[in-house]
């Protein structure tokens, strides 16, 4: 087990040193010059060369590549050029708000489409696999933002069930004492009852809207492995031993269908963590996603960069983590490796 | 004759395919005593495996029973509730299968699949599970039990996975078993254990077997008693010695021609002519060898002699091969 997890964070390596590569020259490439977007519209050509001279890209690429690769091996990922903060503490503030989001949403998909996904595999034909088709189909026609905008629509202008799509918390609570950044977790922390609800108010609506968006794959995929499993050879022995429906479906057939299941949720989380943009920008979130969008608008690189890292180191954790499911769930995975 | 283990009478079984109505089984009678091995021999898609499916209760959604019995210790299997069925299975009559490394669950120790079943049926404790199961694997010769108990399938060779079946078959102690092609596809030595090991449990506890195979040779050597099934029909029913010595149906007759036997040379090995019936279309001839029969009489084609249930003998054939009349072919 120990040498897959070393296995693959070897291979990760090579992944991570090309990131920073293309990173590096995908800023570059983007079109804009910073120093002139900085200087305003009316700075003389005198301005421009030094604001380029103090941002470093006047000089060869190379050496701009060796002052990046040293600065991120310190963890430095340079300042933003619009607000002038550090990026590296500008994600450490904003990847909480867009994982603690990510994973409610992923939760929701979980409890919502597994389950669908194993009543529709063995109740063939029943309503349960009717909406279950029903919902997976619709799930994957409706665009992200349009569910967001009909969610808000829907539960804050028409029913007002849930507080203003505003951000994290309500403005008039204060944010709980940091601890993992999560305010669901920081404000359970704290037994602050009062800002744990109102910080779970403002997830469901966004949480709600990436669960749609990933029910189909899940509940799609979870029936579809379900079915190839459940006439499997090993449970038919199962049933001929009289053992227990539950048993059946849950220890012997959903353990063996779990597999691809979590693949397709690796998957699945990689669209969700690029979905989070539009759904950071509908509720006003104040995640990674929207920060890098107005970087890019901005052709502001540092934000840029230190965006698609997170994002890069993101991925090798996830699939990591995935690998890591497949050698616990499956012993013929443990061997090979 | 005291109580048969099993006694199967008039069973028929669709399949509704997209491709129309699949008689698969049609009228299938014969019976087990107690202690005996009762082997069912037939080609392919003769329904030997659909008839053990029925008695288990494990036909798949697309399957219905259209008529029939099957009397296992005064209930009937194919009318019992769902939870007297649940109950049944695995404890009163229990099965094994061919392809044993499939058979079993690839992701869950050997050691704790069989103390599933003994936790569902024996009376034991789930601290004395493991133990018990270990016993099991004893029982039916695996060395270095304890270790084995903790092996997944994919380590162990397909003699011993078929082995682990066994086990699981008989943690409680059924009545009956019914072993489906238990030892297609290992070599002819473990084979031979495997059958050893059955034939052994079986006496030691009295248990009836239904020993499925397409092998005349095995059901020769194994078989107190053979049943012949042809297309989804019974077709005749012996002893083994005296199915060998008379075969009375002509489709018998045919199937023992084309088993290569300790005497006879490969350039005397017959094939059984023509293909069987198929069993979607809308109008069979009653007797469904018939169009393969070179001994076929024009009653054949609108009536079949039927079969009684509990008699250890069967035959149904207007025109028998030998003459010793009996009663069920009148
Ligand atoms: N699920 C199914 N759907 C449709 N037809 C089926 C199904 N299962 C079995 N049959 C049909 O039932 C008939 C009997 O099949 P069965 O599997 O019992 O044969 P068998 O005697 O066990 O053959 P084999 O020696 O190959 O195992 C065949 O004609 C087959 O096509
Ligand atoms: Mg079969």
Redesign the pocket.
């Known amino acids: 087990m120990f040498s897959l997890i070393f296995n693959r964070l070897m291979l990760a390596i090579p992944s991570l040193i090309g990131v920073v590569i293309v990173t590096f020259l995908l800023t570059r490439a983007l079109p804009g010059d910073p120093a002139a977007y900085f200087a305003g519209p009316a700075a003389t050509e005198q301005a421009i060369a030094e604001i380029r001279a103090k941002l470093g890209t006047d000089k060869p690429l190379i050496v701009q590549f060796g002052r990046y690769v040293s600065d991120l091996a310190r963890g430095e990922l340079g300042n933003s050029l619009t607000t002038g903060q550090s990026v590296a503490k500008e994600i450490a503030t904003r990847l909480p708000a867009s994982a603690e989001l990510t994973l409610i949403g992923l939760m929701l998909v979980v409890i919502l489409a597994v389950p669908m996904g194993i009543l529709a595999a063995t109740r063939p034909g029943s309503w349960i696999d009717h909406v279950t088709r029903i919902v997976s189909t619709a799930g994957v026609s409706l665009p992200v933002f349009f569910t967001g905008l009909l969610l808000v629509y829907v539960f804050y202008y028409r029913l007002g069930l849930s507080p203003s799509p505003v951000g994290r918390l309500d403005v008039f609570l204060s944010a709980p004492p940091h601890i993992t950044g999560f305010y669901l977790i920081d404000a359970a922390l704290a037994r602050d009852a009062e800002v744990f609800v109102a910080a779970l108010k403002q997830l469901i609506l966004p949480a709600l809207t990436l669960a749609i968006f990933a029910l189909a794959p899940i509940a799609r995929m979870t029936r579809a492995s379900m079915l190839a499993v459940l006439s499997a050879d090993f449970v038919r022995t199962a049933r001929a031993s009289g053992l227990s429906s539950s048993k059946v479906i849950v220890t012997y057939a959903f353990r063996n269908a779990v597999l691809p299941v979590i693949t397709t949720l690796g998957m699945v989380l990689s669209f969700l963590l690029g979905a989070n943009v539009l759904v950071e920008k509908v509720f006003a979130w104040p995640g990674i996603g929207s920060f890098a969008v107005e970087a890019l608008i901005a052709s502001d690189y540092a934000p840029v960069q230190g965006f698609v890292l997170t994002m890069a180191a993101l991925y090798v954790a996830l699939n990591l983590a995935i690998d890591i499911a497949y050698g616990l769930i499956d012993p013929r995975v443990r061997i090979s490796s | 004759m005291a109580a048969p283990a099993l006694l199967v009478d008039n069973l028929s ?1 669709e ?3 997209r491709s129309g109505v ?1 008689k ?2 049609e009228g299938v009678s014969f019976n087990v005593a107690k202690g005996e091995t009762l082997a ?1 021999v ?12 029925a008695v288990m209760g494990i ?2 959604a ?2 219905a029973v259209t008529s029939g019995r099957a009397v296992l210790g005064g209930l009937d299997l194919l009318a019992a509730s769902k939870e007297a069925m649940a109950e049944v299975r695995g404890r009163e009559v229990a099965m094994i299968f ?1 392809n044993p490394r499939t058979a079993l669950n690839p992701i869950r120790r050997v050691g704790d699949q069989i103390a599933d079943v003994l936790l569902r049926h024996a009376n034991v404790t789930p601290n004395a599970a493991p133990r018990e199961a270990i016993k099991l694997l004893e029982t039916v010769g695996i060395t270095d039990p304890v270790r084995r108990a903790k092996a997944y399938p994919f380590e162990l060779s397909g003699g011993m996975c078929q082995r682990v079946m066994i086990a699981i078959a008989l943690a409680a102690q059924p009545s009956l078993l019914i072993a ?2 238990p030892t297609t596809g290992l070599d002819v030595t473990t084979q031979a254990i495997i059958m050893d090991i059955i034939a052994e449990r079986a006496s030691a506890t009295g248990m009836a077997t239904i020993f ?3 092998d005349l040779g095995l059901a020769a050597e194994r078989a107190d008693r053979i049943v012949v ?1 042809h ?2 029909h019974v077709v005749e029913a012996q002893r083994t010695r005296d199915l060998f010595a008379h075969p009375r149906h002509p489709y018998t007759q045919a199937l023992i021609a084309a088993t290569p036997g300790h005497t006879s040379r490969l350039a005397e090995l017959s094939t059984i002519g023509g293909n ?1 019936p198929d ?1 979607r279309a809308a109008k069979l001839p009653a007797c469904r060898y018939a169009a393969r029969c070179p001994r076929k009489l024009a009653i054949c084609d609108s009536s079949l002699p039927s079969i009684d249930p509990t008699a250890p003998e069967a035959l149904a054939c207007h025109n028998p091969v030998s003459s010793p009349p009996m009663g069920e072919a009148a």
Do not use: P, R
């Open positions: 079984v399949f509704q395919t699949v698969a089984l069912v037939g080609e392919s898609g003769s329904g030997k495996s659909v008839t053990a499916y036909l798949d697309a399957a061919q489906d092609e499925i195979t397409h099934m297309a989804g069987l069993l």
